[in-house]
């Protein structure tokens, strides 16, 4: 991690594995909307449970980890209900579950929007009943409670400048891109763009296709570029499954030598990809601390023990994060990768 990016985040990762800094680091990093009707401390005396629910994208080995770190925080709370919703990549079926959830008196809802705007109706619905709601890694356009996620614009312009000086400095890239309309494909793709530009202005963006997250899609578009591109020296996949089809394909071809590979996220496969001298570079983020700072936040919210409406506007947690290279992989320990 550069410096300038350790300075602004002022966020030291091994630190955050005490469940009990991560409740008072949740709080001090970040401002929460007034809201009205949470009375967790008063249903926990009681003996009724607090509800609280997950939905998430689509089923993936990101959300799966944040519903782990979550856990291992509300596992600890007496009185908590929680529950994992798929949202199927699909925006009617979140609106839907969105609407359950508040009908059956869910008081906290972790969300990870499929669309920013299509979700935003039901999270004011969700304030208007006094239910807290967290977003995880896209936010949505309606205000709420606190919005926690990774470093996708200034991971991404590292990315770039270990990517360039791992390249000399020249070449030409493709970068295997997400689907339009989601913010952190933005942030991701101009993050990377700006990086170049700024650090390594003598490589070349010869190819910016979308491959839908997906490995398989990956492998697909990269064979097409790579027929159109066979003196490409370099890919960037916005995430780890599409920057792994590329490995895939170069391998294939043979011609894995020649090209430097990044990914983004930093899934175990990901860095096992690394450690065999496959797979470039990710940035990885330990998405476990991810789940646990929002887990944190929520329990502070949902048990009383601080008031929504001592806090004026939207919290924004950044999480810190690595970019992981042959050279440093391994101090990533096995209880941190997802």
Known sequence: MSDDVKAKEGIDRRALFSAAAVGAGALAMGTLPEMTGIKGAAHAASGDGIKMAFIQFVAHTVPAAWSKGIEDVLGNQPGIEYQLLDGQAKAEVQVSQMDTLINNGTKVIFLQ?????????????????????????IDATEPHAAHVEMSHYLGAKD?????????????????LNAPPGIIIRDQR?????????????????????VADWSRKKAQDVFTT??????????????????????????????????????????????????????????????????????????????????????????????????????????????????
Not at 159 to 175: R, S
Request: glycine fraction near 10%.
């Open 113 to 137: 929007p499929v669309d920013s705007v299509a979700l935003a109706p039901s999270i004011s619905r969700a304030k208007r009943e006094g239910i807290s709601v967290i977003t995880l890694n």
């Open 159 to 175: 990315i770039a400048k270990a990517m360039g000086d791992k390249m000399g400095g020249k070449g030409k890239v493709a970068i």
């Open 189 to 209: 793709e101009q993050g990377f763009i700006d990086g170049l530009a700024e650090h390594h202005p003598n490589i070349k963006v010869v190819a910016n296709q």
């Open 225 to 338: 570029i790579l027929a159109s591109n066979p003196d490409i020296t370099g890919v960037y996949g916005v995430n780890d499954s599409m920057a792994l089809g590329a490995v895939d394909v170069a391998k294939q071809k043979r011609v894995l030598e020649q090209l430097t590979i990044f990914g983004n996220d930093g899934e175990k496969d990901a860095l096992a990809s690394i450690e065999a001298g496959e797979l470039t570079g990710t940035q990885y983020t330990d998405v476990y601390q991810q789940g646990r700072l929002a887990a944190a936040a929520a329990t502070v919210i949902a048990t009383g023990m601080v008031s929504a409406r001592d806090f004026a506007s939207q919290g924004h947690l950044l999480m810190p994060y690595t970019i992981a290279m042959a050279e440093n992989v391994g101090e990533i320990t096995p209880e941190q990768r997802w």
